[in-house]
């Protein structure tokens, strides 16, 4: 199996998992890759969907089925041995916890950031036209800093397509609409209810989840730590990066 998707990132010790966001890339952890390195052997993975081909069905299994197979093939050729502590942002933290609710033997612990259970009754159309009305491509770094912010700006940067022209989103509008769309039809309630590893949840203060649901997590979770981070949005790690740094150096070097 191709493992390009799965990235050694170097580092040594135990195995670290970094999963990225809907709309995001591997890259956009290259910043945090220095310090995360002194916590263990660190990999990165491209979601399918997000400059590779999407799954044939786009539901949350079927990403995460995705990411155990490139897992399993990376075990196999001795990447690494034992279970990963596995730290996802939004989408990213969604997929984690679904892989160590269905693969408990690949899951260590979890750091789990923004992302709640139950988004139903939530819908993306509107999110999904204002996407296609992006100035696309955007010539400089400049111009993407300008139109989405310094924060957003540089996330994007690191996950968008650049080509002679400027820079592209990295997978097509309508795959990102139906990932986000699933969303609001079921819940992941009972996958999180599975799960039987130590997680933190870090959520922001303006954060985008469904209010309560994530400290609810903490209270009906498994040997559960919750911070709510003042001052921080949906990217807490790049908003509030030194309490978000803390927060998971402290976890893992106690799991």
Known sequence: MDLHPLRDEGGSGGPILVLHGLMGSARTWDRHLPWLRTLGHVFTFD?????????TELTTEAF??????????????????????VIGHSMGA?????????????VRALVVEDIAPDFRGRTA????????????????ADAMREFFGPVAG?????????????????????????ISEEWGTRDFWQQWRDVAVPALLIEGEHTIT???????????????????VADAGHLIHDEQPQQYRDAVEQFLSRV
């Open 94 to 106: 969604l997929h984690g916890w679904v892989l160590a609710s269905s693969r408990p033997d690949l």
């Open 210 to 228: 469904p209010p309560g649901q994530m400290a609810r997590m903490a209270e009906i979770g498994h040997d559960t730590t919750y911070l709510r």
């Open 47 to 55: 979601a399918a969907g997000h400059g590779r081909p999407a799954p």
């Open 64 to 85: 995460v089925d995705d990411l155990a197979n490139h897992l399993d093939a990376a075990r196999a050729r001795g990447w690494f041995s034992e279970p990963l502590n």
């Open 125 to 140: 159309a509107n999110w999904a036209a204002m996407i296609k009305a992006w100035p696309q491509p955007f010539p400089s």
């Open 154 to 178: 540089q996330y994007f940067l690191e996950s968008f397509e650049r080509r002679d022209d400027g820079w592209y989103l990295h997978g097509d509008v309508d795959t990102f609409r139906d």
